[in-house]
């Protein structure tokens, strides 16, 4: 893997024992600057609608992550042979007010692409994003699924813990198309 990649946050925050996680020939690291050519995109589009996102959008977005969202951490798994994302998850800091200052961390937009989906690469990345809370500090981590991927991530060690609700805005209705 080069090492002249501009990634999203410090890839030191991945440890050698998550790496350790992945077999060989794949490697997880942090989202890089140049990662729109790795099918960052297509690899998404297995989890929901993207929109048609340029190259100048990703790049302004990436900057937005890299210089301003810290506590924002994008992961993706790499084919080492083929330079491509076949998986991409992140996780969210929340600085709390309650529970002595507490920190969680958010799941977010996990995917394997559907030609590695069933190799437990999804798993691995759940795990990834876990241990990257434990590091920065979270004293737990919360998601989102829908009711088809409860086991799944019970497997992952998730308990179902509430309901999850969303408000719509229709203003921008034009923007948003739900996948």
Same mark, same amino acid.
């Given at each position: 893997?080069?090492?002249?990649?501009?990634? @999203?946050?410090?890839?030191?925050?991945?440890?050698?024992?998550?790496?350790?996680?992945?077999?060989?020939?794949?490697?997880?690291?942090?989202?890089?600057?140049?990662?729109?050519?790795?099918?960052?995109?297509?690899?998404?589009?297995?989890?929901?609608?993207?929109?048609?996102?340029?190259?100048?959008?990703?790049?302004?977005?990436?900057?937005?992550?890299?210089?301003? #969202?810290? #506590?924002?951490?994008?992961?993706?798994?790499?084919?080492?042979?083929?330079?491509?994302? @076949?998986?991409? #998850?992140?996780?969210?800091?929340?600085?709390?007010?309650?529970?002595?200052? #507490?920190?969680?961390?958010?799941?977010?937009?996990?995917?394997?692409?559907?030609?590695?989906?069933?190799?437990?690469?999804?798993?691995?990345?759940?795990?990834?994003?876990?241990?990257?809370?434990?590091?920065?500090?979270?004293?737990?981590?919360?998601?989102?699924?829908?009711?088809?991927?409860?086991?799944?991530?019970?497997?992952?060690?998730?308990?179902?813990?509430?309901?999850?609700?969303?408000?719509?805005?229709?203003?921008?209705?034009?923007?948003?198309?739900?996948?």
């Amino acid at each position: 893997m080069a090492t002249s990649l501009d990634f @999203v946050f410090d890839p030191a925050v991945i440890t050698p024992e998550i790496k350790s996680l992945y077999p060989a020939g794949y490697t997880i690291r942090p989202l890089a600057r140049d990662d729109y050519h790795r099918g960052f995109f297509q690899c998404l589009q297995d989890l929901t609608a993207t929109g048609d996102i340029t190259e100048a959008q990703y790049l302004d977005r990436f900057d937005w992550h890299k210089n301003h #969202g810290r #506590g924002w951490y994008y992961c993706v798994v790499i084919v080492d042979a083929t330079d491509r994302i @076949v998986g991409t #998850g992140a996780m969210v800091v929340e600085k709390k007010f309650i529970h002595n200052l #507490g920190i969680i961390g958010h799941i977010e937009d996990i995917t394997i692409a559907k030609d590695h989906q069933g190799k437990h690469f999804g798993q691995k990345l759940i795990n990834t994003l876990d241990g990257i809370a434990v590091n920065v500090g979270c004293y737990k981590t919360i998601l989102d699924c829908a009711a088809r991927n409860e086991g799944f991530y019970a497997k992952c060690g998730y308990e179902k813990a509430g309901t999850e609700m969303s408000h719509y805005y229709e203003e921008f209705k034009s923007d948003y198309e739900r996948g």
